[in-house]
């Protein structure tokens, strides 16, 4: 069984400075797929960032970037120029990979980000 | 509408109440989730239906009986409920299973709180 563990479950940061998230995994899959998903204050959770296993180069999307280390299975996210509606609950999650008929998606406990003005 | 809507919102119930909880989905996807949100735990994986079909059942109490009726709507059915049932409620949808892209698209969760 593989386990998402957050160990920072709550977070500040100033506005326009960054910050890092940290989230390590257990599994013994060689491929797989990790996530962060973003849940804002009562609205619905959205992904932020993906990660295949497989690929070396660590995935960026915007001011979002991750840093994946595959042999010590850490995948910590970094927020740039962090803004106020960054504010949210911050979810790792881990899907392995099976072509059709893998459905579970294990998730962290969370961690609670609030950017500060 | 575009994406998953979720009614209720909000739903209080006594622990003798059947009340369901109703998820419709607009991006024509084949899969479709109920997840369990309590506070400072994991996200939960109750049950998973691919094209109509249960798939994943995660050994949920039967107090909690899923429906799918069709790929675009998904039903929670709610009786004899517990007071630690209360908490956000998630139905979610994906292209596919999700070993496959990984990506969810989540409503905006009912809120039950069981009395």
Redesign the interface.
């Known amino acids: 069984a593989q386990t998402?563990t957050q160990s920072q479950?709550e977070m500040s940061v100033q506005e326009a400075e960054t910050v890092t998230l940290s989230c390590t995994y257990d599994t013994s899959e060689n491929n797989y797929?990790l996530?962060w998903?973003k849940q804002p204050p009562?609205?619905?959770?959205?992904?932020v960032i993906?990660q295949e296993a497989y690929k070396q180069q660590n995935a960026t999307e915007n001011r979002f970037s991750v840093n994946f280390q595959k042999a010590a299975k850490s995948f910590s996210l970094k927020i740039s120029d962090s803004q106020l509606g960054d504010t949210a609950m911050y979810?790792c999650?881990f899907?392995?990979?099976?072509?059709?008929?893998?459905?579970?998606?294990?998730?962290?406990?969370?961690t609670k980000l609030s950017v500060i003005p | 509408e575009t994406g998953v809507t979720q009614t209720p919102r909000h739903l209080v119930m006594g622990m003798t109440n059947k009340k369901s909880l109703k998820c419709e989905q607009h991006l024509g996807h084949n899969a479709m989730y109920w997840y369990k949100q309590s506070a400072k735990k994991p996200l939960e994986l109750m049950f998973v239906y691919s094209l109509e079909e249960r798939v994943e059942n995660n050994s949920v109490p039967s107090r909690f009986s899923p429906e799918c009726p069709n790929s675009s709507h998904l039903f929670l059915h709610l009786h004899t409920l517990q007071p630690e049932d209360s908490a956000l409620y998630l139905c979610a949808s994906s292209q596919d299973s999700t070993g496959v892209t990984g990506e969810l698209f989540f409503g905006e969760g009912s809120r039950l709180t069981v009395l």
């Open positions: 998402v479950p797929y996530f998903y009562s609205r619905q959770m959205i992904l993906r979810f999650a899907s392995p990979y099976s072509g059709a008929g893998s459905y579970q998606l294990t998730f962290g406990k969370g």
